[in-house]
């Protein structure tokens, strides 16, 4: 193997454990991604190459899964992932306010990362909590019922973690 990229033997260890669970390699690829995404942080051509390799698919398959989910990305996010979903419900409820909060407090639109490295935003599809709209997740944490001044006392306290 060529690659330059290498799952750390922890990973290499829960990569081994996915192939006795999955009937095929082609069925494991989708958790072998987010072992990646986990490992290198993003899912760039060499980390995708690497998934390739392991689990002896085609890259362009592999390639073509990752790029349908936007869950998976090819670049390296913010210490902060804020995904802020823009759908029907929480556009009633009032996202646009939220989103112009984001502008306010970090100068973001949506897919930009901060300059320092510390926040990315990202406006995304249904979250599956309508019925507590508008909402927000941060790392994959859900945020519920927002309101422009909490969600900007949650931007401002992910600000002084940084
Ligand atoms: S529309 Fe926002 S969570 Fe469903």
Same mark, same amino acid.
């Given at each position: 193997?060529?690659?330059?990229?290498?799952?750390?033997?922890?990973?290499?260890?829960?990569?081994q454990?996915?192939?006795?669970? !999955?009937? %095929?390699?082609? @069925? @494991?690829?989708?958790?072998?991604?987010?072992?990646?995404?986990?490992?290198?942080? +993003?899912?760039?051509?060499? @980390?995708?190459?690497? =998934? @390739?390799?392991?689990?002896?698919?085609?890259?362009?398959? =592999? *390639?073509?899964?990752?790029?349908? !989910? %936007?869950?998976?990305?090819? =670049?390296?996010?913010? &210490?902060? +992932?804020?995904?802020?979903?823009?759908? =029907?419900?929480?556009?009633?409820?009032?996202?646009?306010?939220?989103?112009?909060? *984001?502008?306010?407090?970090?100068? /973001? &639109? +949506?897919?930009?990362?901060?300059?320092?490295?510390?926040?990315? !935003?990202?406006? *995304?599809e249904?979250?599956?909590?309508?019925?507590?709209?508008?909402?927000?997740?941060?790392?994959?944490?859900?945020?519920?019922?927002?309101?422009?001044?909490?969600?900007?006392?949650?931007?401002?306290? /992910? &600000?002084? &973690?940084?």
């Open positions: 193997m060529s690659n330059e990229r290498k799952f750390s033997p922890e990973t290499e260890a829960q990569f454990k996915l192939l006795t669970r !999955y009937p %095929t390699r082609l @069925a @494991a690829l989708i958790p072998t991604l987010w072992l990646g995404q986990e490992e290198f942080g +993003h899912l760039d051509r060499t @980390a995708l190459a690497y =998934v @390739a390799e392991r689990l002896e698919l085609p890259m362009s398959q =592999v *390639v073509n899964t990752c790029t349908f !989910y %936007t869950m998976f990305t090819p =670049v390296a996010r913010g &210490k902060f +992932h804020i995904e802020l979903c823009t759908n =029907v419900a929480c556009w009633l409820r009032g996202c646009r306010e939220i989103q112009q909060v *984001v502008e306010d407090e970090l100068g /973001l &639109k +949506h897919k930009q990362t901060s300059a320092d490295g510390m926040f990315t !935003y990202e406006e *995304v249904c979250l599956a909590a309508c019925d507590k709209a508008p909402m927000c997740q941060v790392n994959g944490a859900d945020t519920y019922n927002l309101t422009p001044e909490s969600f900007r006392e949650l931007i401002r306290g /992910l &600000k002084s &973690k940084g």
